[in-house]
Structure formats: C-alpha cells, structure tokens
C-alpha cells in the first residue's frame, strides 16, 4: 500500500469536474484508492464518495492507493489532484 | 396571490404546466421477479444515458452556459456504482419495483450531499435529483420530449415545478416556454443564474406553490415584484399583460439595437460598461454587447472561500475576464473589504462604524503582502487584454500615492522575474468620498480616471448608512448636494483632460441619465442586463437639452424638486 500526502490545486476543489474526472482515472485502475482529509474517507471510483469528503482548492488531503498497480494510481490521482483544472 | 424571488427579467405569463419531480406518487411494491424488474432498470439506465450524452453533445456546440459541466458530472453520477449498484443491489435483495429503488438511493445520496458544509456541493444534490427523476421518466416511458411552440406565443407555457435544476433549466430554451415558477430555491443559485443567462423570466422560493397550482391554471408571474398570480380577476390579468407588453416592447428596440454606440442626438458619444462580480459575468456582458467593464469587483475571491486566494487563482480570474472582453477595457477594482463585506479568510475585529473603519485601500495599505499580491496577478493579468487598475475609498493624497508606490513595487518585482505586464496600464481611483469631491482637480493630476461609486458617496455626502431602514428616506440619488458634486468632479476631470465614469446603482437610472449627459459623465456602467436600455437612453439625449437640464436642477433646493424636475423633463421627451 502507498501513502501520499497532496495539496489540491484544481481551482474550484473537487466538486463536479475535477470529481468526475478523479473517478474516471481511478476506475482505470485495478488498485483500491481513497482519499482522505480531516479523518473523512471516500472511495476514489466514486464521484459521490469524492464529492462528500468536501474537498476545497489548497486543502490537504491523504491519497492511498493498494493493489497490484500501486504506483501507477498514486502518480495519476496526484498529478489530477495537483493540476490546475476547474 | 403568491410570491417570491424574481429574476428581473420580465414577465411569464401562460397557462401552467406542473412538473412532476421527486415528490410523484411512487408506491412501494414487492416484486415477484427481480431480474425483470433488473432488465426494466438497465433499459432506464441505458436510455438515461443516452439522454445525457445527447444533452451533452448539443451543450458542447453551445457556450456559456457551463451546460457542458454539468452534463459531464451526470454521466459520471450514472458511472458511479455509490449510485447505480445501489439501487441494483436494492433491487434484487429487497425484491422491490426499480422505481421505488431509483427514488430511494437518489434521495439518500441526494440528501447526504446538501449536507455538506458546502455551497458547490450542496448544488449537486439537485443534479442527483435531476438525474433520477429522469430516470423514473424513462421507467415509466414518459420521457418529457416538450413540443416546442415557437410560433404561437400564447401557447407557451409556466413551468411549474418543485425545485429548479440546473439541468432542468438548461434544456429549456429561450422562446420556447413563457416562465419559470419553482417552490425551492434561491435566486442566486446556478439554476436561477442559468434562468437568467437563458432571459427565462423565473421566480424561486415560492411558499405553497405546488398544492396551489395545477396544470392548466392561468399564471401571470412578475419578476421584478416576485409575485405569482393563479387565476387572478381581469383587473390584474389586464394590469399585468400590459406591464409585460410595455417591457416586451422596449426591450426588443433596446435590444435590435444593442451592439450600436450610444451616441446622443447632437454627437456625444457615452461608453456604455458593465458591472461585474466574478469572471463568468463577463460572458453576460459581452452578450449586452457592454463596451467594457466598468467595475470588476475582486471581492468575490475573498468572500468565497475561507482561505485568501493566491496570486495564481486571481490572476486567472482577472485573466479569463480580461481574455473574454478582447480589447474592451476592464478596470478592476482592488479589494474592497471590510464594513458590510466581510471575508471569511481574513477575520477583522468588530467596529462600530464599519462604513468609517479599516475597510478597501485602507485594509490594502495595512496588509502590503495582500495588496502586492493583488497588484502582481492584476498586472499579469494586463498582458491578455485590456485591463485598468482602480483603487476603492481613497480619502487622502497621501493613500493615493501609497498605493501607486506599491503599485509600482509591483511592477519592478514582476519586472525583476521577467513576467509579462502593461508597462503603461491605466490607474484610476473611485470618487465615493466627499473630501475627493472637493479636491478632484488635484487628484485629476494623479490618476488617469475617475470613476464616481455613487451609492458610498450618497451615504458619505448624505451622513446615511446606506443598509439602516430607519434612515432609508434620507438616502437618494436625487439630493442637490449628490448631483452638484458628480458635476464637480466631471467638469474637474475634463479640466485636466481625464475621463469621468459613473458605476454606482445611479448609473443605470433613466432619469438621472439626461443630467450624466447634461454634465459630461464620459462612461456609465451598470448591470449587464441594463446596458441596452442605457445605450438606447443616451441616443434619445440631446446635448443641449441635458446641459440646461443639468443647470436648472442643480439649482433646486431639494431631492424631491429633483426628481420632479427630472420626471417632467422625461415626460417631456416623450411628448415629443
């Protein structure tokens, strides 16, 4: 498993697109990811489970990713998270 | 007579046609065959996201409207299995029909979403609602294909509906229905933004409307009073078909000649701006065919989120402004914190006079790491287009040239790193306070514009606190004292060869625009929405006209004499 601490930079947090978009990454992936902030957890292969963990611009949040393709998750889901899309 | 939140767009008037939302009578049955009903669902499911995809593909080719957004969110809620497993899980371990299922799961997840401490989110439950009360259409092969009728405008309708959707809004199409009536909702939601962006006439947040209505019923909805009439007598049916018929009339001459210059009778030539709050109002302006924006509050990146916004993040929002109004000018104001707009990010000490304390260029002037900040991003800004610098509340010289020297820190910063910016960007400051009234021909030295923020001058000139009930009287446009001091500080301006805007609530009113002509007020920016009208106004002007108009009223001894002076000058205009 892989542990990895990010500041989110996609302009309007993750709400609608950016969510959508986490989803989409995450589903191409075999490995468990989810995403973390203030001790709220949501399962990144779900736009709702992302949307409920409330997550604004410049926040911090805790991606973990476990499975066979590890290392690839955590590099996509950071490189979404730290990109600047709204 | 109901009433509610209007969009101030007209009027809707037609018989009304209830939407069935997420409150239709769904019975909960107990099915002998899951897998049947399993197969009903994915039908649903797949014609639903046929439906979306379709929706999406027509958004794409259209702009503005963030329908695109949206739509792209609804097709990840149906890829969601949080959304689509749990009602298929339902389905067939409580053996329950798909339409209690759809209607369960989407009310669960659509309730857990407004739960969250946040506006944007808040929002999605009703794309969630949206979506499965579309979905149920589909299960119940009633899919709500509206018959457009264009050509007979007395068969359009009032949609009358629980909540406004997003969605739901934006497949409508302008012409197409004749209002928006809902029971929920706030009017500065993005489903009522989105009214407003489509010119729907709608009123939101009407109590009892959905047991008070059916369809067929007879509705006259008047946006700007929020009210909603059911079946009213004939007194008010003819009261407000003629109102609607005089708006309707207007508008299309203000509108069929929108994109011309206002330009009075005898050859004066008045810019016409828009005010806006947030860069997607740009879009709104650009539209009203606005020949820039006169004001562009940046407050809305302080009081939107709880942390202060980066230089990045307001740079883009300057930028994207800036890049949508190509060489049109868009001044943007500095911060304007503090009294009656606080900022979550930067908690401030209570004050008892908020309107006379720490607020605007004087909050500026004490956080030099904001203001550089703001400076630096409204500077990378000025190399995408045409952008202005304007600094709030200027009371003294020495507040000027304070923030003109950090002004130009910033440049040399910006300089220093090789980042792009006008060199020669225009600097100008608001006139709200009576003491730069009475030394406008100095300051006419110092800056390249004046821009008059009527509705602080009114309360500075007037000793009126602009938001207290109990001195609501007191406060007018029309006081001698207010309009001698706009003439002061335009013909100031002029003196020194600079140009004078107006963008206070006064600018857009049509009385007072004779007497803007009449004393040389060079730009007026208002509402997007407004910026028609005014143009079509300063065309019916004549210059000489305005100018004795403007002498005669600055004469009167009182705002009352004013506003009488200034009615019977319109009547006049109109007899003519």
Same mark, same amino acid.
């Given at each position: 498993?892989?542990?990895?601490?990010?500041?989110?930079? #996609? *302009? #309007?947090?993750?709400?609608?697109?950016?969510?959508?978009?986490?989803?989409?990454?995450?589903?191409?992936?075999?490995?468990?990811?989810?995403?973390?902030?203030?001790?709220?957890?949501?399962?990144? *292969?779900?736009?709702?489970?992302?949307?409920?963990?409330?997550?604004?611009?410049?926040?911090?949040?805790?991606?973990?990713?476990?499975?066979?393709?590890?290392?690839?998750?955590?590099?996509?889901? #950071?490189?979404?998270?730290?990109?600047?899309?709204? | 007579?109901?009433?509610?939140?209007?969009?101030?767009?007209?009027?809707?008037?037609?018989?009304? %046609?209830?939407?069935?939302?997420?409150?239709?009578?769904?019975?909960?049955?107990?099915?002998?065959?899951?897998?049947?009903?399993?197969? &009903?669902?994915?039908?649903?499911?797949?014609?639903? %996201?046929?439906?979306?995809?379709?929706?999406?593909?027509?958004?794409?080719?259209?702009?503005?409207?963030?329908?695109?957004?949206?739509?792209?969110?609804?097709?990840?809620?149906?890829?969601?299995?949080?959304?689509? $497993?749990?009602?298929?899980?339902?389905?067939?371990?409580?053996?329950?029909?798909?339409?209690?299922?759809? &209607?369960?799961?989407?009310?669960?997840?659509?309730?857990?979403?407004?739960?969250?401490?946040?506006?944007?989110? %808040?929002?999605?439950?009703? $794309?969630?609602?949206?979506?499965?009360?579309?979905?149920?259409?589909?299960?119940?092969?009633?899919?709500?294909?509206?018959?457009?009728?264009?050509?007979?405008?007395?068969?359009?309708? /009032?949609?009358?509906?629980?909540?406004?959707?997003?969605?739901? /809004?934006?497949?409508?199409?302008?012409?197409?229905?004749?209002?928006?009536?809902?029971?929920?909702?706030?009017?500065?939601?993005?489903?009522?933004?989105?009214?407003?962006?489509?010119?729907?006439?709608?009123?939101?947040?009407?109590?009892?409307?959905?047991?008070?209505?059916?369809?067929?019923?007879?509705?006259?909805?008047?946006?700007?009073?929020?009210?909603?009439?059911?079946?009213?007598?004939?007194?008010?049916?003819?009261?407000?078909?003629?109102?609607?018929?005089?708006?309707?009339? @207007?508008?299309?001459?203000?509108?069929?000649?929108?994109?011309?210059?206002?330009?009075?009778?005898?050859?004066?030539?008045?810019?016409?701006?828009?005010?806006?709050?947030?860069?997607? @109002?740009?879009?709104?302006?650009?539209?009203?065919?606005?020949?820039?924006?006169?004001?562009?509050?940046?407050?809305?990146?302080?009081?939107?989120?709880?942390?202060?916004?980066?230089?990045?993040?307001?740079?883009?929002?300057?930028?994207?402004?800036?890049?949508?109004?190509?060489?049109?000018?868009?001044?943007?104001?500095?911060?304007?914190?503090?009294?009656?707009?606080?900022?979550?990010?930067?908690? =401030?000490?209570?004050?008892?006079?908020?309107?006379?304390?720490?607020?605007?260029?004087?909050?500026? =002037?004490?956080?030099?790491?904001?203001?550089?900040?703001? =400076?630096?991003?409204?500077?990378?800004?000025?190399?995408?287009?045409?952008?202005?610098?304007?600094?709030?509340?200027?009371?003294?010289?020495?507040?000027?040239?304070?923030?003109?020297?950090?002004? @130009?820190?910033? %440049?040399?910063?910006?300089?220093?790193?090789?980042?792009?910016?006008?060199?020669?960007?225009?600097?100008?400051?608001?006139?709200?306070?009576?003491?730069?009234?009475?030394?406008?021909?100095?300051?006419?030295?110092?800056?390249?514009?004046?821009?008059?923020?009527?509705?602080? =001058?009114?309360?500075?000139?007037?000793?009126?606190?602009?938001?207290?009930?109990?001195?609501?009287?007191?406060?007018?446009?029309?006081?001698?004292?207010?309009?001698?001091?706009?003439?002061? /500080?335009?013909?100031?301006?002029?003196?020194?060869?600079?140009?004078?805007?107006?963008?206070? @609530?006064?600018?857009?009113?049509?009385?007072?625009?004779?007497?803007?002509?009449?004393?040389?007020?060079?730009?007026?920016?208002?509402?997007?929405?407004?910026?028609?009208?005014?143009?079509?106004?300063?065309?019916?002007?004549?210059?000489?006209?305005?100018?004795?108009?403007?002498?005669?009223?600055?004469?009167?001894?009182?705002?009352?004499?004013?506003?009488?002076?200034?009615?019977?000058?319109?009547?006049?205009?109109?007899?003519?």
């Amino acid at each position: 498993m892989q542990n990895n601490t990010v500041v989110v930079k #996609c *302009k #309007c947090g993750l709400h609608a697109r950016p969510a959508a978009s986490v989803m989409k990454t995450a589903k191409t992936f075999q490995s468990k990811i989810r995403i973390e902030k203030d001790g709220k957890s949501g399962n990144a *292969k779900s736009i709702i489970d992302i949307l409920s963990v409330n997550v604004n611009c410049m926040d911090q949040v805790e991606v973990s990713c476990d499975g066979a393709d590890e290392a690839e998750a955590m590099q996509a889901i #950071c490189a979404i998270l730290e990109s600047e899309i709204d | 007579m109901l009433s509610g939140t209007g969009n101030c767009i007209g009027y809707g008037i037609g018989k009304a %046609k209830v939407q069935a939302g997420q409150n239709r009578n769904i019975q909960k049955t107990v099915v002998e065959y899951p897998e049947a009903e399993l197969a &009903r669902f994915d039908a649903a499911y797949e014609a639903t %996201k046929i439906t979306v995809q379709a929706l999406l593909d027509r958004e794409v080719e259209d702009t503005g409207t963030d329908g695109e957004k949206i739509f792209e969110t609804h097709l990840a809620f149906l890829d969601d299995p949080g959304f689509v $497993d749990a009602i298929r899980d339902m389905i067939s371990e409580d053996a329950v029909n798909a339409e209690w299922a759809v &209607r369960e799961v989407g009310e669960r997840l659509a309730l857990m979403l407004s739960q969250i401490d946040s506006e944007i989110i %808040k929002e999605r439950s009703a $794309d969630i609602r949206d979506l499965y009360i579309t979905l149920l259409d589909h299960l119940d092969g009633n899919v709500a294909v509206d018959e457009p009728e264009k050509d007979d405008k007395s068969g359009r309708k /009032v949609l009358v509906v629980e909540e406004l959707i997003p969605s739901y /809004v934006i497949r409508l199409n302008k012409g197409e229905v004749a209002g928006l009536v809902a029971e929920k909702g706030n009017i500065t939601s993005h489903a009522a933004i989105l009214a407003k962006l489509k010119c729907i006439p709608a009123i939101v947040g009407v109590c009892g409307l959905m047991d008070a209505v059916k369809t067929g019923d007879l509705i006259l909805a008047d946006t700007f009073s929020g009210e909603v009439y059911i079946n009213p007598d004939e007194q008010t049916q003819t009261r407000i078909t003629c109102a609607a018929e005089c708006y309707e009339t @207007e508008q299309c001459a203000c509108d069929a000649e929108k994109a011309e210059d206002a330009i009075t009778a005898d050859g004066t030539r008045v810019i016409i701006e828009a005010n806006i709050g947030t860069p997607a @109002e740009a879009t709104l302006a650009d539209e009203a065919c606005a020949e820039g924006i006169g004001l562009f509050r940046s407050e809305f990146l302080f009081m939107e989120n709880r942390t202060l916004p980066d230089e990045e993040k307001q740079f883009l929002a300057y930028r994207e402004a800036a890049e949508k109004m190509g060489t049109r000018e868009v001044v943007i104001r500095t911060m304007d914190i503090g009294g009656d707009k606080p900022a979550p990010g930067l908690p =401030l000490p209570a004050e008892q006079n908020p309107f006379l304390g720490l607020r605007a260029i004087r909050l500026s =002037l004490q956080r030099k790491d904001l203001f550089m900040t703001q =400076l630096r991003a409204i500077l990378r800004a000025s190399a995408f287009g045409n952008v202005a610098i304007m600094f709030p509340m200027i009371s003294s010289m020495e507040e000027l040239r304070d923030a003109k020297a950090v002004l @130009e820190e910033a %440049k040399a910063s910006l300089a220093a790193e090789e980042i792009a910016f006008c060199a020669s960007v225009k600097v100008g400051m608001m006139v709200e306070i009576p003491a730069t009234v009475t030394m406008s021909d100095l300051f006419a030295h110092e800056v390249d514009f004046f821009s008059i923020g009527t509705n602080d =001058l009114i309360q500075y000139t007037l000793a009126a606190d602009r938001i207290n009930q109990a001195v609501a009287p007191l406060y007018t446009a029309y006081h001698p004292a207010v309009l001698r001091q706009i003439a002061l /500080v335009a013909k100031n301006g002029h003196l020194s060869g600079i140009e004078t805007a107006i963008c206070g @609530e006064a600018a857009s009113d049509p009385l007072l625009l004779p007497f803007f002509v009449g004393v040389g007020i060079d730009r007026l920016s208002m509402s997007p929405n407004l910026v028609p009208t005014a143009k079509r106004g300063v065309r019916r002007c004549r210059d000489y006209a305005c100018k004795q108009l403007a002498q005669s009223v600055m004469m009167l001894s009182t705002a009352t004499e004013v506003k009488q002076a200034l009615l019977a000058y319109q009547e006049s205009c109109k007899e003519s």
